[in-house]
Structures are given as C-alpha cells and as structure tokens.
C-alpha cells in the first residue's frame, strides 16, 4: 500500500481486472490490509462490486468487512478444491448480498439481532429450516475462523438465538423386506440393474456417501481393506469389504487401469471432476426414482437411503448408537439418531409384552 505523496493517498493495488463476456468478471487480483498476497478468483459482477466498495470503506472507517473476509475464505477453498463446501459458502455470500443490497457488513454489525433480522429475511424468502441452518453454519464458520486469526471480536454465544440444527422432515430409511428384494437382478433394463448394484454397495459399505464412492482412489483399495477420508469432514475411515461387497466393487469399477479413480464417475480434478461428480450424481438419482416405482412398496429413493437405511438396520439389531456413530465417520451420536427411522408399533408392542411377561409372569 502506498504512502501519501504529491496529493495521491493510499489505495489498494489491483493486479489485474479483465471483464468477461456476460456478467462475470475474472482473473482479479487484489490486495487486502490483512492478506500478504494477492490472491485470484472467479466471481460474480454484483459480490466483485460489493467487496470494492467496501475495500474502500473499511479503509476509510478503519473496519474490517465480513464479506471481503468471507471471499478469501472461498479462495482457500477453491484452491484446496473442496468444490461442494466452496457452492455452499458462495450460495451463502450471494444470500448476504441480496440482504444487505450495496451495503457493508462489518463484523461488529454481526450480532444477534442482525442475526435474526437475516434468519426473518431467509424465512420471508420461503426457505425451508434445514436450508437456514446451512447458511447460519456457514456464517458461524467464517466469523470463528476470523475470530481465530485476529480479524473479528469474539462475542460469546452468538448465534443461539438462530437455527443452526437439523430437521429431518423425511425419514430415508428402507424396510428390511424392500432391501432383501433388491438382492434380485433387473434383467430387463441393464442401466436399472446397475444402479441397483450401486445402491447395495454403497449399503454394504456402511452406507458410504455417493461422493465417497465418485471420488475414491484406486489406491484406496488394498486386497479386502478400503482406506479412504470423507470428502464432507476429512475423518479417515476404514472399511473391511465384505465378499458380496467385493463382488459388486468387481463388476462397477472402472474398466481403465490406467484410471486415477476406482470407480468410473469421475476421471479429471478440480472443477471440472466437480461437474462430472454432479452429473453422475444426478444421473443416480434420476434412476433411483425409476428404480424404486419397479420394486414394490418401495419409497422414493435417493442416494442417501442405502446411508439412512443402514444406520437404521444397525440401530434395530441393537448395536450401540456410539457404535453406529463411528462406522459411519459422524462427529456425534445426535448426528447419527437422525439417521433413525422409528420403531414400528409391532416392535413397541413386543417391547412392551416382554417387559411385562420378565416382571409379572
């Protein structure tokens, strides 16, 4: 930053600012008072717009702005590649944006009330409790991490006047008898019979996220033994395969040897394997949806059910909810029980006729 001489007066320096076709603007660099060096991004015109102005006046004010800090939050993650949790935290800044219009957002205007007055807005726009909450999280995330490098105050309990918990409004999990009946092959529709194959190994692998399964590596597999991290927490886990889950790993696995990835969803980095994840992940589902109408009393699936449908069977046989929890790399058991689809009144009434037949007969 340059000092006062001959009438001009300091100014951040921008290595470069090139416009694009359509409303993008790309390849800007630019220097902050508390970043030792420029960094590059991609970004839309309206959140580019808003972090100039107030570059220039938090200068002015001697204040530090949340979304200028929340930007470079975003660079790290798009230089790590963490393109899922990157779309969230830029879903997250856009919502901020159209909420505060052209205005700033420093971090001391990030208090409950602000909180709140954001949370009715969210509200008023016809997001749901669970979507909220992912927005709320997110916000949480990037002050505390201010908070860790010196560039927010600390401010003590505050986002519980918000909703940062998670309500699970539809229970994914499968009957015992819907998951048996898709031990039988679809010999009528090659693409359905694969998919079925697919949500059984992805339900032989303690429910393993489809993420999990695009992204692993082939050397990941080691003779009967999966050793992988999860993309969405980073917990390193590791898995025996079964001999039915091996023979499935057989039959999908990518028939390129020389391929980086297990399994063919995903064959580049970046955010290009970020587009092709989407697209295999979507084409899943697509075919989930046709999968469950062929298969009777079958709900919609998604490929979350074969996840929810395993920690439910394991909770009906009786293992321990800890147990469960750290099979499926979850940071706590809370976590975990809202995996749980309830008991039905026949288990209940079991329950019930045992306890009294054990004290009274």
Aim: some cysteine.
């Amino acid at each position: 930053m340059r000092t006062e001489q001959k009438g001009c007066y300091p100014c951040f320096n921008f290595a470069k600012l090139r416009f694009l076709s359509g409303t993008d603007f790309a390849d800007y660099a630019i220097s902050l008072p508390y970043s030792a060096k420029p960094t590059r991004k991609k970004v839309s015109k309206e959140i580019f717009i808003i972090n100039l102005k107030n570059v220039f006046y938090m200068h002015k004010s001697g204040q530090k702005d949340f979304m200028v800090f929340m930007s470079s939050v975003i660079i790290r993650l798009r230089n790590m590649e963490r393109m899922g949790t990157l779309h969230v935290y830029q879903s997250t800044q856009n919502r901020i944006a159209d909420f505060m219009g052209d205005r700033s957002l420093s971090f001391e205007e990030i208090n409950p009330l602000w909180l709140q007055a954001f949370q009715a807005y969210l509200l008023g726009r016809g997001l749901n409790w669970n979507t909220i909450s992912t927005y709320m999280r997110v916000i949480r995330a990037v002050y505390y991490r201010a908070v860790d490098e010196g560039e927010a105050p600390f401010q003590p309990r505050l986002f519980r006047g918000v909703y940062t918990g998670t309500r699970v409004n539809v229970k994914r999990a499968l009957s015992e008898r819907t998951l048996r009946s898709l031990q039988t092959p679809i010999s009528s529709s090659p693409d359905l019979d694969y998919t079925r194959c697919l949500f059984l190994l992805l339900f032989m692998l303690r429910g393993i996220p489809f993420v999990d399964i695009a992204y692993m590596r082939r050397c990941d597999l080691k003779e009967s033994k999966l050793t992988y991290r999860r993309r969405k927490t980073g917990t390193w886990m590791n898995v025996h395969i079964e001999p039915e889950a091996q023979r499935l790993i057989a039959r999908l696995q990518s028939k390129n040897p020389d391929s980086f990835y297990l399994f063919p969803f995903v064959t580049a980095e970046g955010e290009e394997g970020y587009r092709q994840y989407g697209n295999a992940l979507r084409r899943f589902n697509y075919q989930l949806k046709k999968l469950s109408r062929m298969v009777s009393g079958c709900p919609s699936l998604s490929s979350y059910s074969a996840r929810h449908s395993w920690a439910t069977v394991a909770n009906y046989r009786n293992f321990q909810p800890e147990l469960i929890s750290n099979a499926m790399g979850h940071s706590s058991v809370k976590v975990t029980e809202t995996y749980f689809m309830k008991h039905s009144d026949e288990k209940i009434d079991e329950m019930n006729r045992s306890i009294l037949t054990y004290l009274f007969v």
